[in-house]
């Protein structure tokens, strides 16, 4: 057959002899494909035109003990195909190679996992079947309950592939960084760093904010579906809300409402503009415009063109405190308070009300070793303990970097803090800046909740986990159990 070169014109002869020739050569392809599979043409173009992926699997993973489903846990097999369980413990295997095939599944759960075999490996062996439903079984070896993944898409995706359809309305969120909450005006207020769109690599650096019912669940179980009424642009995507002035991204901190002298709620907030690669160059004040649903810069604090260094700022997770004498305050801390000033509007804008606090720098671990340094966190009241509560990151921990939580108490909000005993721990991944959660529950209840940002960064070069990745997730501490019976001292 001659092929013209390029730039060729063939004759409309021509053209249709090298068109029979083309149509020629795909029929004995698709004559030898069907000869080889062993069927006539008819079926071959008939099982062509249907060809289907067999009906997922499902494989449920539940909590030993309890039978609450667990999210966030891995199954991987000998050749590295990953499946991770969504926000009702539910796996869809779904590859065709593995249909009734006996096959060893590695078994990854941050926490969560199973024995060891007689050469170490921790796993399971499952023969999937198109329809069926099997069981894993995992032990919690931490002290932290893991009820759910917050944020982002495919919450019960899995769940969605295996028919049992719980899935929430699409948020356009993927991914988001560090969560701020505020009690404003009869909503709980949730806002969010820098955020991940489906549409483009670039999403949100200026803040993404929704709100919700102050407490927007009905049971602290999973699996746990929250609807976020967010803050969106004309196309209904989720906008950013705080663009201060000047080039790079924003961020917020020290998030809390506070009355004027009129006793009107104002919604405020610490802001850093931000340059490459995460250095800030100016700081100051922003004020939320009810009008607009959007921040407004209020006053600038500090910029580095000044020369100077940056001065104490009420930032952090902000906590209200009522002290002896009456007198109340907001402290302003991540996670021990580093300054206070009077709970008011016009106290929180003028610097000379600030009093700075000189924070706890480290604690001791209740099993003993080096002391604990903590990174981020947020303390809170507790009436069930009658005691100060904490739940932190710690710097430089191990396994993980910024992996490894921990819970400790105190008579004050400024401590003297007790013992640490470590609540969470992470295979080689980071969880960084915990945010307690007591608008939650009643304040003496014995149930404790926290979240964070779930992310690679920061870590040893881990696979990111396939849609939990940079997404916030909630857990659960019982204070009654016993484990942390030595944080009580």
């Not at 769940?159 to 993927?174: A, E, F, N, Q, Y």
Request: net charge neutral.
């Amino acid at each position: 057959m001659h092929i013209p070169r390029r730039g060729t014109v063939l004759s409309n002869a021509g053209c249709a002899c090298a068109a029979a020739v083309l149509v020629a050569a795909a029929r004995l392809i698709g004559q030898a494909l069907a000869e080889e599979a062993g069927v006539s043409k008819p079926e071959l173009i008939r099982v062509s035109a249907n060809v289907s992926l067999p009906t997922p699997c499902c494989v449920e993973i539940v909590e030993e003990g309890t039978d609450w489903p667990v999210p966030l846990v891995e199954l991987r097999t000998t050749h590295n195909m990953r499946f991770v369980s969504d926000n009702a413990g539910v796996i869809a295997v779904d590859a065709p190679e593995l249909m009734g095939v006996a096959t060893w599944f590695t078994v990854i759960g941050h926490g969560y996992g199973v024995k060891k075999d007689g050469f170490g490996y921790r796993g399971v062996r499952l023969t999937p079947e198109p329809g069926k439903t099997l069981r894993v079984e995992v032990t919690r070896s931490i002290v932290a309950r893991r009820l759910g993944r917050l944020t982002g898409g495919g919450l019960f995706a899995e769940s969605r592939k295996v028919g049992r359809d719980r899935d929430l309305p699409r948020t356009g969120v993927w991914g988001c960084d560090s969560v701020l909450n505020a009690v404003h005006n009869g909503r709980l207020f949730w806002l969010w760093g820098d955020t991940t769109l489906p549409h483009y690599p670039l999403g949100v650096f200026h803040s993404t904010s929704a709100t919700t019912a102050i407490c927007p669940f009905d049971r602290f179980e999973p699996p746990l579906r929250l609807a976020y009424d967010y803050f969106t642009d004309g196309k209904g995507r989720p906008r950013g809300v705080a663009r201060m002035p000047g080039d790079g991204p924003t961020w917020l901190n020290g998030y809390t409402s506070l009355p004027d002298h009129n006793g009107t709620p104002r919604l405020v907030a610490t802001y850093a503009k931000i340059k490459p690669p995460l250095e800030p160059y100016e700081y100051g004040l922003c004020l939320w415009n009810d009008a607009t649903s959007t921040f407004d810069r209020h006053k600038v604090l500090w910029t580095k063109s000044a020369g100077a260094k940056p001065p104490p700022l009420p930032g952090g997770h902000p906590v209200p405190w009522t002290d002896a004498s009456g007198m109340e305050w907001v402290l302003f801390g991540d996670p021990f308070p580093e300054l206070r000033c009077p709970a008011r509007f016009e106290a929180w804008e003028n610097a000379s009300t600030w009093e700075v606090i000189e924070p706890q720098k480290t604690l001791t671990p209740a099993g003993g070793g080096k002391p604990v340094t903590p990174h981020r966190g947020h303390i809170a009241w507790s009436g069930f303990r009658k005691r100060w509560v904490t739940v932190f990151t710690q710097k430089s921990g191990t396994p993980s970097f910024l992996g490894e939580l921990w819970y400790a108490e105190a008579d004050a909000p400024t401590g003297p803090w007790g013992k640490a005993v470590k609540v969470l721990s992470h295979d080689n991944y980071t969880f960084y800046n915990p945010k307690l959660h007591p608008e939650f529950t009643t304040v003496d209840s014995p149930i404790l909740l926290f979240e964070g940002t779930y992310t690679k960064q920061f870590a040893g070069k881990p696979d990111p986990t396939p849609r939990y990745d940079y997404n916030q997730i909630l857990y659960r501490l019982d204070l009654d159990d016993p484990a942390l019976s030595p944080a009580h001292q």
